[in-house]
């Protein structure tokens, strides 16, 4: 079987140029505004020979209001380029899962427009809560998509049209003085995605590739002075996952993490920490359907649940600064 473009070697030369500008138009409120020209030159040598040049323009603009000294509004318009990964130029076979995909010379990367308002508010010294909205309109979105040769059916990286992305973001630090943990600093972060574009295949809309709905974290750190030392906790909620291929769909899950720390620094210059990674042992699975053809027109064929584990990982680390 004849894959395409399995023999490529790809080469860019990019340069750009940008501009920026401020303007103070009343106190507390901000122009910042930006335009930036992108130049590059992509050849590919091997199965395809060609060589493609891109010229992409990318303004930017954000105005920022400061009411009082502790909170700013801000609004911000961008045009966003994506970038190529150069791997989807050439094609690649995957032992473990059975899968082929077919590389791509005609890659180009996608584009959107980028739309923010966000919050940010400061209190009691380190304390901040921040809350943002983006909006995006995305162009020429990189995804699986099917590609047709004498050969066969392939998976291919490819441009499969427009769509829009939604983001919330909450992000907030608070410190622990006040309830007796002196030194100590809560994080919580939180976001909330949606997003859809039309399936290549079924034309039915669906979310992005591989994008999570949701995910939030929580840190805690603490600066014990008085034995010159700190400590810290981080907690990840895991992740979900979906994948589209011509002839399968894949869910991903990964479970929830918990890692710790702990430095000691019995001089300025001197640092010795002591990291644990996983203390809940870790698990991440693949739930995967397969097809007998392209998902949109054959029978189901079968299913797989692959499983896999990360045990508790140790770290110490000894550090000196020499002067």
Same mark, same amino acid.
């Given at each position: 079987?004849?894959?395409?473009?399995?023999?490529?070697?790809?080469?860019?030369?990019?340069?750009?140029?940008?501009?920026?500008?401020?303007?103070?138009?009343?106190?507390?409120?901000?122009?910042?505004?930006?335009?930036?020209?992108?130049?590059?030159?992509?050849?590919?040598?091997?199965?395809?020979?060609?060589?493609?040049?891109?010229?992409?323009?990318?303004?930017?603009?954000?105005?920022?209001?400061?009411?009082?000294?502790?909170?700013?509004?801000?609004?911000?318009?961008?045009?966003?380029?994506?970038?190529?990964?150069?791997?989807?130029?050439?094609?690649?076979?995957?032992?473990?899962?059975? /899968?082929?995909?077919?590389?791509?010379?005609?890659?180009?990367?996608?584009?959107?427009?980028?739309?923010?308002?966000?919050?940010?508010?400061?209190?009691?010294?380190?304390?901040?809560?921040?809350?943002?909205? &983006?909006?995006?309109?995305?162009?020429?979105?990189?995804?699986?998509?099917?590609?047709?040769?004498?050969?066969?059916?392939?998976? &291919?990286?490819?441009?499969?049209?427009?769509?829009?992305?939604?983001?919330?973001?909450?992000?907030?630090?608070?410190?622990?003085?006040?309830?007796?943990? /002196?030194?100590?600093?809560?994080?919580?972060?939180?976001?909330?995605?949606?997003?859809? &574009?039309?399936?290549?295949?079924?034309?039915?809309?669906?979310?992005?590739?591989?994008?999570?709905?949701?995910?939030?974290?929580?840190?805690?750190?603490?600066?014990? /002075?008085?034995?010159?030392?700190?400590?810290?906790?981080?907690?990840?909620?895991?992740?979900?996952?979906?994948?589209?291929?011509?002839?399968?769909?894949?869910?991903?899950?990964?479970?929830?993490?918990?890692?710790?720390?702990?430095?000691?620094?019995?001089?300025?210059?001197?640092?010795?920490?002591?990291?644990?990674?996983?203390?809940?042992?870790?698990?991440?699975?693949?739930?995967?359907?397969?097809?007998?053809?392209?998902?949109?027109?054959?029978?189901?064929?079968?299913?797989?649940?692959?499983?896999?584990?990360?045990?508790?990982?140790?770290?110490?680390?000894?550090?000196?600064?020499?002067?």
């Amino acid at each position: 079987m004849a894959v395409p473009s399995s023999h490529v070697a790809v080469n860019e030369q990019r340069g750009e140029a940008f501009s920026q500008a401020s303007w103070q138009i009343a106190s507390g409120l901000t122009l910042d505004s930006g335009l930036r020209a992108e130049y590059s030159i992509i050849t590919e040598k091997g199965d395809a020979t060609k060589s493609r040049s891109f010229f992409y323009l990318k303004p930017r603009a954000l105005l920022s209001w400061s009411p009082d000294p502790g909170s700013q509004f801000r609004l911000r318009v961008e045009h966003h380029l994506g970038q190529l990964n150069f791997g989807d130029f050439v094609s690649s076979v995957s032992l473990t899962q059975n /899968t082929v995909t077919a590389g791509n010379p005609d890659l180009r990367p996608d584009q959107s427009w980028q739309f923010e308002a966000a919050y940010e508010y400061h209190f009691w010294g380190r304390g901040a809560v921040t809350l943002s909205v &983006v909006h995006q309109d995305v162009s020429h979105i990189l995804d699986d998509k099917p590609l047709v040769t004498p050969d066969g059916i392939f998976d &291919v990286r490819g441009d499969i049209g427009g769509g829009r992305s939604d983001w919330l973001s909450l992000h907030t630090s608070v410190p622990t003085d006040a309830v007796g943990l /002196t030194g100590g600093l809560l994080s919580v972060n939180g976001d909330w995605r949606d997003s859809a &574009v039309k399936d290549p295949l079924t034309g039915i809309k669906r979310r992005f590739s591989v994008e999570d709905a949701s995910s939030y974290s929580i840190d805690f750190t603490q600066d014990l /002075t008085q034995w010159k030392s700190s400590w810290g906790l981080h907690y990840y909620n895991g992740w979900k996952e979906i994948g589209y291929r011509v002839t399968e769909a894949d869910r991903f899950f990964g479970a929830p993490s918990l890692n710790a720390n702990w430095t000691y620094n019995p001089d300025p210059d001197v640092s010795l920490t002591f990291n644990i990674n996983n203390i809940v042992i870790a698990s991440r699975s693949r739930f995967s359907t397969y097809y007998s053809g392209p998902r949109n027109a054959t029978p189901l064929a079968r299913r797989e649940i692959e499983f896999g584990y990360t045990r508790p990982q140790f770290f110490l680390s000894l550090r000196k600064t020499f002067h």
